[in-house]
């Protein structure tokens, strides 16, 4: 794009900043909260009726029979596409349109979008309504830009990322959406903050041990086994044996924050025996038995270096080692959740154009990272097999979820300025 009309474009955009805050506040507006799954139509509504008038083919789509899906809370997703001049690539914009729970400690409502300082509050705001609606307005300004656009643009709102997209994009991608030749670049704007390139995440491996004991009164332990006991002999292991090792693995993800550039294990939960005693309730005592169960849930993220299956087999190890030096300790090993890691190159085309649009929209190098956690890259990646997918927008990761989430209006106007520039740049091939 000659700097002429690049100019035009991001003094346009600049100038629809207005729209940008109302389109975000109108999705925000909509409590789209996941679970149950609320009123995904309504979100996907004032999407695709939106880009419709701009041209757009939208179809809507509802992923039915996943879980969750019912005729109260119907799994629903809006994907518009638009055509270009003449033959090219499909850049793809992909947001999620659902939010969690509202939760406690908030000083505003949640979904009123209400104005600050400069910022927009709300649930959802910086995860991801407010991306959404810059990739929204940033579409709109190229296209009213006059710039002969080649290829194709799509826009899709998507639901159940919150609870690992397995009705939204997983679903999509299970039928083509998101694989070529239909598409070929995709940048999902959620909250990395506006000078950062997402290339992608790390994996997760959710499991749940149980260890197993006998029953007995608890004034004759002896008669009995304690589940707990073998539990505590399987943190002791994880302490000695597992959490050394996790430092060892030097890898190429530039995972920020840095301490998550390592695998990490967590410890989600631990129960066994009988049911707590509730705080202040005087009356309960806890029944004298030994523990014949424990169950701990475990939380293993893995970076792009690390096999699954191998780090399955050294957990299995660890506990099967303790079935031979523990008299008595029997276990089982339960899959909860599985995901890959997933990052595309660093030199793919959708990273450079993205990076070089934030080097041009705000005067400074773009910081190319991947994410501790995971979002919507993995089916794209793993089950569309497409690998030029990044994350990108405005928002800053640490308010999602929180009470109070905000997204600043001049991060949403800048970061539809580098989405803007990104995808002319990948229609046209001019950087
Ligand atoms: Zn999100």
Known sequence: MTHP????LL???EAREGEIVDLAQALIRIPSVNPPGEFYRDCAELLGQRLAARGFQVEYLRAEGVPGDTDRYPRWNVIARREGAAPGPCVHFNGHIDVVAPGEGWTRPPFEARIEDGRVYGRGACDMKGGLAAAVVAVEALIDSGAPLP??????GTGDEESGGLGGVAWMAERGWFSKPRVDHVIIPEPLNVDRVCIGHRGVWWGEIETKGRIAHGSMPFLGDSAIRHMAAVLEAFEHE???ALGDQPTAMPVEPPGARTPTLNINSVHGGQPDVAPGDDAALPAPLVADACRLVFDRRLLIEEDLGEVKAKMRALLDGLVQARPGFRYSLRDLLEVRPSMTEPDRPVVRATA?????VLGREAAVICSPGTYDQKHIDRIGHLRDCIAYGPGILDLAHQPDEYVEIADMTASAKVMALAAYALLTGEG
């Open 5 to 8: 009309r690049e100019d035009a």
């Open 11 to 13: 003094a346009e955009i």
């Open 151 to 156: 290829g194709a643009i799509e826009i899709s």
């Open 242 to 244: 597992l959490y050394p």
């Open 356 to 360: 070089s649009a934030v080097r041009r």
